[in-house]
Nanobody, 128 residues
Framework: HVQLVESGGGSVEAGGSLRLSCVVS????????MGWFRQGPGKEREGVAV???????TYADSVKGRFTLSKDDAKNILYLQMDSLKAEDTAKYYC???????????????????????WGQGTQVTVS
């Protein structure tokens, strides 16, 4: 049973930083596709950053240069380091995973053209 549990959200002033974590359990964490998404108030869910089984990352234009996605395979944790936060980054952030990566296409996952099969419950980030 795959589980994803996010943490690290909170309230921060504009220009500040937060690091989100996503602990993954219930399957072998190897060569899987994972990502972070967010949904702001009154907005649709959007892709923030994704990583493929080989560690290649793709970012949404809105966060390039400010957010960094990484993972610790030994601990089965996916991270999202968020720097230079802006008010428009306020959203609930979700971690997602696709076991075995059905496609080798980060953009497909980022845009939602290919849906991740497993999702966490989300963690709130508020930037003021």
């Amino acid at each position: 049973h795959v589980q994803l549990v996010e943490s690290g959200g909170g309230s921060v002033e504009a220009g500040g930083s937060l690091r989100l974590s996503c602990v993954v359990s219930g399957y072998k964490y190897r060569r899987n596709c994972m990502g972070w998404f967010r949904q702001g108030p009154g907005k649709e869910r959007e892709g923030v950053a994704v990583i493929d089984g080989d560690g290649r990352t793709t970012y949404a234009d809105s966060v390039k240069g400010r957010f960094t996605l990484s993972k610790d395979d030994a601990k089965n944790i996916l991270y999202l380091q968020m720097d230079s936060l802006k008010a428009e980054d306020t959203a609930k952030y979700y971690c997602a995973a696709d076991i075995g990566c059905r496609v080798n296409d980060n953009n497909a996952y980022l845009t939602g053209r290919v849906a991740y099969r497993h999702w966490g419950q989300g963690t709130q980030v508020t930037v003021s």
